[in-house]
């Protein structure tokens, strides 16, 4: 007899439905490492009678394993009903498990829906006989880790400059790839003294498959400082499937270096002729010339960017007072739509899909970008 790796069977009669169902459970892995993920295949097979027959599944929440849906189907094949569900498994404890699954099966005769459909005998709800399946218990035996991810990772940074003026802000996104249990990471923080730290809410392009989560997981950074500083490396410790070993992945660690600020007196007003004795108005006429020239300017300067930093106030005090993701949302689009487009995406799916979402960090880079 061939043998089928987590392939079990098993077979019940429902008398009251007079159709009989097939159980068949197959799961890839029954020996894996901590966090890694494995497939579960459960397929359900009514007989003829069995059309309006159907089953309610629910995960056991009472083991240490984690399930994600993959995938659930419903198809008719040679007069037979057959329901496949597809599950990811995610290890959470080491050890010996024994799992067990108890799908609910759900019986319904055709007169029964008939009476629903025609409002006979006044009947208002449908009909179901309800049946606990027991399948065979699945053992499965899971290895010690002495880190929080497995699978197979990589991690990767951009950083854009690394010399700025003071206050000039300095770029940094640190990207994570590959496939495990990559929906487990948490936001990086960075704590460096005296310099300000901006940054995004993680963006996760990324998707379930029969290996875990694959895809990448991106956040980006800001820095802002007024003297020369460090961005210290990043490390994530994970088990590698491949390799079959702890492995550690570090990023490099950047020195900023802040170039001077301000500008000198010599580099802003022409030499002129100065006197070395006496001191004469017509002796500074150049001088002043220059001098007032250059007050001017700037005044002119300032009086012209005068309405533009009113308006970038405006809108930043609107950032600042708005109350909740959907207010900040309508704010943003308002201001404007393609400046603040990743948070603008962030913000959506907070407001539409219901993703977590720290307001004050959005409100600090929004308003940074101004």
């Known amino acids: 007899m061939k043998k089928i790796l987590g392939s079990l069977l098993f077979l019940a009669v429902s008398l009251w439905a007079k159709s009989t169902y097939a159980w068949k459970v197959e799961i890839s ?16 097979t009514f007989d003829e009678k069995g059309k309006n027959d159907d089953v309610s599944f629910v995960p056991p929440s009472d083991v240490p394993f984690g399930f994600e849906l993959l995938s659930e189907k419903t198809h008719f094949e040679a007069g037979k009903k057959i329901l496949q569900y597809r599950f990811v498994m995610f290890a959470k404890e080491a050890g010996d498990v024994v799992l067990e699954l108890a799908p609910k099966m759900l019986f319904t005769s055709q007169s ?8 006979r005998d006044n009947v208002n709800e449908l009909e179901v006989q309800r049946e606990i399946a027991k399948l065979e218990p699945i053992r499965l035996h899971v290895m010690e880790t002495t880190s929080d991810f497995t699978g197979k990772l990589s991690l990767k940074t951009r950083q854009d400059i690394v010399e700025a003026s003071a206050y000039e802000p300095v770029h940094l996104e640190i990207e994570i790839e590959g ?3 990559l929906h487990m990471l948490e936001p990086i923080t960075f704590e460096i003294e ?8 993680p963006q996760m392009q990324m998707h379930l498959s029969e290996a875990g989560y694959r895809g990448k997981w991106t956040q980006r950074f800001a820095f802002v400082a007024d003297e020369d500083f460090v961005i210290p490396s990043v490390s994530l410790a994970y088990f590698d499937l491949t390799s079959k070993e702890e492995k550690v992945l570090k990023s490099e660690a950047f020195s900023i270096k802040i170039a001077s600020e301000g500008i000198k007196r010599e580099e802003l007003i022409d030499q002129v002729n100065l006197p070395s004795n006496r001191i004469e108005l017509k002796d500074y006429l150049g001088y002043l010339y220059y001098l007032l020239s250059f007050i001017l300017g700037f005044v002119a300067a300032k009086l012209l960017r005068f309405p533009q930093r009113t308006v970038k106030k405006q809108k930043g005090e609107k950032i600042k007072q708005a109350k909740s993701a959907k207010e900040l949302l309508e704010v943003l689009i308002v201001c404007e739509k393609d400046l603040f487009a990743s948070e603008i995406d962030t913000l959506e799916k907070a407001v539409y899909k219901g993703n977590e979402v720290s307001l004050s960090q959005l409100k600090k880079s929004a308003v940074l970008k101004l």
């Open 179 to 181: 496939e495990g249990n």
């Open 194 to 201: 005296g310099v300000e730290v901006f940054s995004d809410k």
């Open 29 to 44: 892995d029954r020996e894996l490492y901590l966090h890694q993920a494995t497939t579960l295949f459960m397929e359900c």
């Open 112 to 119: 029964a829906i008939d009476n629903v459909i025609v409002g």
